[in-house]
């Protein structure tokens, strides 16, 4: 067995679709986070990693931004990836033809649609907004691109006029329209009742983008499928602005434990791709991060040790390499004599039952000095209890 979880999941008769798609923007919203700016190398070997995860779709970055930008996207498209590669554009043909310039197979192209960013940002009327939106899907769809329409801001737009927008680009031929959570301001019943709204009138896929300003994102991720979206954005550890996005290695794990729905993607692939888009962004893993904090899969305290050395999933809810961890069993002030004899036998050394306790005894005593037990302290510990040099 590598997972048990409630059986009271299955009291829901909500269930997943048979086919989603993840579209990962961790080289294009995650390069957003304050002070990130992957290499051409990062981001090559981030993609790469995206790809043997099986992601469907990669966002590889924003053309227009630069040159060095535009020539990182077009490697990255033509690089040979199973996956999707998508160019994020504003609704301008100069930027669609930065996008195109880069051998892209589609565009995210976004504008705002809320009236504090028609008013504020774009100093826009509503009806300009949909004409910018019938622009750029025309121009787009007559490359033969893939186009997504994104309205930034959804959120936080009237519905009706959602409707009105998505509608011309679903009229122009897009093949899909994203609903912009960009401030992260949406609960997840808020989500459920504008997905299921804008199904009842879009007949194009439609996906969620959501942030993660009040720890949402994730789960608003799981409401917005729930209630009829067909894609979903994501980022590598949640990085992105602010707080970030949906976490896709949250999102990948609690969709195929939690709701059993695997859609193929190769999870022992996840801490790797973890580490490699932490090492590149400076940004650490904290200890504590579900799925790929350092702490998911190490047990201190005897009562959970005793229970982990005989049956895993006493205290895990999948087992580690799964996602590509380790378990590991650590000694400190809540260690009992099975973990310290669990350490022994990994250690190879062999001690009596007395001096066993000795040694439990003191491997409490220094952690509350403040000393942390690696493997050296504990053999230093056996070596002063032990009889046996």
């Known amino acids: ?20 798609t993840i579209y990962d923007t ?33 966002e590889a970055g924003f053309p227009i931004v630069s040159e060095k930008e535009k020539e990182t996207v077009k490697a990255i498209a033509n690089e040979g990836l199973d996956a999707t590669i998508l160019g994020l554009t504003r609704t301008k043909p100069g930027d669609i033809d930065a996008a195109l310039d880069c051998d892209v197979d589609g565009i995210i192209t ?90 009842k009138d879009i007949k194009i896929d439609l996906a969620v983008h959501l942030h993660n300003d009040f720890g949402l994102a994730v789960i608003n991720s799981i409401t917005g499928v729930l209630a009829g979206a067909k894609a979903v954005s994501t980022t590598v550890n949640g990085i992105g602005e602010r707080a970030g996005n949906a ?3 949250e999102l990948i794990m609690a969709m195929k434990i939690l709701y059993g729905k695997d859609y193929g993607f190769k999870t022992k692939y996840i801490k790797e791709l973890s580490d490699l888009v932490s090492n590149a962004s400076g940004l650490p893993i904290p200890y504590n991060k579900p799925i790929v904090g350092n702490n998911v899969f190490r047990h201190e305290s005897g ?23 380790k378990r590991q069993l650590v000694l400190g002030k809540h260690s009992g004599c099975r973990a310290v004899r669990a ?44 009889k046996k040099e």
Request: net charge negative; hydrophobic share 35%.
């Open 110 to 199: 976004f504008v705002g649609t809320s009236d504090i960013h028609l008013d504020h940002k774009m100093h826009i009327t509503r009806q300009d907004a949909i004409n910018l939106c019938e622009t750029a899907v025309d121009y787009a769809k007559d490359h033969g691109l893939f186009v997504a329409f994104s309205a930034e801001d959804a959120t936080r737009t009237d519905i009706e006029f959602l409707k009105r927008i998505y509608g011309k680009a679903q009229e122009c031929g897009a093949d899909r329209v994203h609903i912009a959570d960009t401030t992260g301001a949406i609960t997840p019943q808020g989500i459920d009742y504008l997905v299921r709204e804008l199904v």
């Open 26 to 58: 961790t080289l294009r919203d995650g390069e957003q986070t304050p002070g990130v700016c992957f290499s051409f190398d990062d981001k090559m070997e981030i993609a790469r990693k995206l790809d043997q995860f099986k992601i469907h779709q990669i």
């Open 343 to 386: 350490k022994l036998n990994e250690c190879e050394l062999d001690v009596s039952d007395e001096e066993l306790i000795e040694i439990v005894k003191q491997v409490k005593k220094s952690r509350e000095e403040g000393k942390y037990i690696n493997d050296q302290v504990f053999k230093d510990i056996v070596k002063k209890i032990s």
């Open 1 to 20: 067995m590598q997972y048990f979880i409630s059986h009271y999941n299955k009291e829901s008769e909500l269930t997943f679709p048979d086919d989603i």
């Open 303 to 325: 009562i959970h040790v005793d229970a982990v050395i005989e049956e895993p999933l006493c205290y895990e809810p999948y087992l580690p390499e799964l996602v590509g961890q």
């Open 247 to 249: 976490s896709l290695e």
